[in-house]
């Protein structure tokens, strides 16, 4: 694990006790400081029992900061009691990533790349790292995408941290450094958190205004918010899936294009990768190409990783099934702008949608379903998006994701696509995006009778 000695002797409190946040208990432990851990269950707090502290009850006076779980109100719909509680007692509200940040003099000479944006984070967070330990490099990837960065193991000297990073924790983060900061796309999610579309993009801005103009910037420009973004950056590598730029990084017709030194290259065709299909992943492929030059790879070296890239589960994650349909499992897409990118990147869609809504606004989607011969909906806003779509468009309506997939696969025909794109978050009916992927995972499989 990665540890900070500058936090020896501290007293910090921890609340939240997942993944990222038991990751920090032991970091913090490890390295000398004093915590006070809790969680409002009982089952998260036992794997603590040493740190069990009841932090609602404990003076808060004596904390030197609060490390809190990025899921946790900071501010929207209303500040969380604890964070109200850290207020009042001018105690600091800090990440995880801001213990790395401290820990970083300590550890060998290194470098960061730090990952955000509305949609694509995971694939492209996971695309950099495959892409130069495919070139030799040492590398760790962390944060969002799933793994603690402070529960990575240190790297040797010349290695390369790559982090998933999310607008709340973001909102939490004041200092990290990162050499190089990448924005895939800016689209409304999230709003419930952060108030307003402009606290929205406040909490991303973050990680480019820490750099402090010590790092370089990678930033898609394809979308508005994200054109008026990079204008305010000084060291910027601008790239585009759609061939929208006249210097950096594009795709054009499927072609990778490097024009960062205004002398266009072309580096090779994406159309026959299969884990970057559409021109969402050629935005993805885009920025990750566009960061790893930046850390100075050669094109050959990218291309070759782009190409060897095996895909990320539950991100538009094509399955093993034998016969005459595609199955998709694209779990990750909790949002209607990701469900709307697989929607344009398959045909003879039968679509299988819904779950808790972010935000009830499907009416976006409408202009995405060109190419679904039926939408099998489910779930708590499934009706809701029903209501949102196109008289013309077959549509039926099902309790469960289980019962929604047994339809499809009952009713598919040579050529079709069953597609799990959900637009919504899992929470009617999983744990999270991933539980309800597994389980879509192992129905197909037990339906089709192949080895999902």
């Not at 793994?147 to 941290?161: A, D, F, K, Q």
């Not at 099934?321 to 869609?349: E, H, M, P, W, Y």
Request: net charge negative; glycine share 10%; with cysteine.
């Amino acid at each position: 694990m990665i540890t900070a000695p500058t936090y020896q002797d501290k007293k910090i409190g921890v609340f939240g006790l997942a993944r990222s946040g038991l990751a920090t208990v032991h970091s913090l432990v490890a390295s000398g400081a004093r915590v006070f851990a809790w969680d409002d269950l009982p089952a998260a707090r036992e794997a603590v029992r040493g740190c069990a502290t009841d932090l609602y009850a404990m003076d808060f006076g004596e904390l030197d900061a609060l490390v809190l779980a990025p899921g946790v109100p900071l501010t929207h719909p209303e500040p969380h009691p604890l964070v109200q509680k850290a207020n009042q007692c001018g105690v600091p509200i800090i990440s995880d990533i801001e213990i790395f940040q401290a820990a970083r003099a300590t550890l060998p000479p290194h470098k960061t790349v730090g990952i955000t944006g509305t949609n694509g984070k995971s694939t492209t967070t996971a695309l950099v790292g495959h892409i130069l330990g495919s070139a030799g490099h040492k590398v760790a990837v962390g944060g969002n995408i799933g793994t603690g960065v402070l529960s990575l193991e240190p790297l040797p000297s010349g290695g390369v941290y790559v982090f998933e990073l999310s607008s709340f924790q973001l909102d939490l983060t004041s200092s990290f450094n990162s050499d190089v900061a990448v924005l895939l796309n800016i689209s409304p999610d999230h709003l419930d958190r952060h108030g307003s579309m402009e606290g929205y993009i406040a909490a991303k801005s973050r990680l480019f205004e820490q750099q402090d103009g010590n790092g370089t910037a990678v930033i898609a420009v394809d979308d508005q918010p994200s054109q008026d973004f990079a204008a305010k950056c000084q060291s910027v590598v601008l790239v585009s899936g759609q061939d929208q730029i006249e210097t950096g990084v594009c795709v054009k017709d499927g072609m990778l294009i490097d024009d960062i030194d205004q002398q266009e290259v072309v580096v090779g065709s994406l159309l026959a990768v299969k884990s970057l299909q559409g021109a969402h992943n050629w935005q993805n492929a885009a920025a990750a190409y566009g960061a790893c030059r930046t850390l100075g790879l050669s094109a050959g070296e990218i291309y070759a990783g782009l190409c060897s890239f095996p895909g990320l589960e539950h991100r538009q994650e094509i399955l093993p099934c034998s016969g005459d349909v595609t199955v998709v499992n694209d779990s990750k897409a909790t949002n209607v702008d990701a469900a709307a990118r697989a929607l344009q990147t398959f045909d003879k869609i039968r679509w299988i949608a819904g779950g808790r809504a972010k935000d009830d606004n499907f009416s976006d989607l409408s202009n995405a379903v060109k190419a679904v011969r039926k939408a099998y909906l489910m779930g708590e806003a499934g009706q809701t998006i029903g209501a949102a779509m196109p008289a013309s468009l077959a549509q039926q309506y099902y309790p469960t994701m289980v019962e929604a997939l047994t339809a499809a696969i009952k009713e598919s025909e040579c050529g079709d696509t069953i597609l799990l794109s959900p637009a919504c978050t899992a929470f009617d009916q999983f744990a999270n995006f991933e539980k309800r992927g597994e389980a879509f995972k192992k129905t197909a499989s037990q339906l089709l009778g192949d080895a999902v």
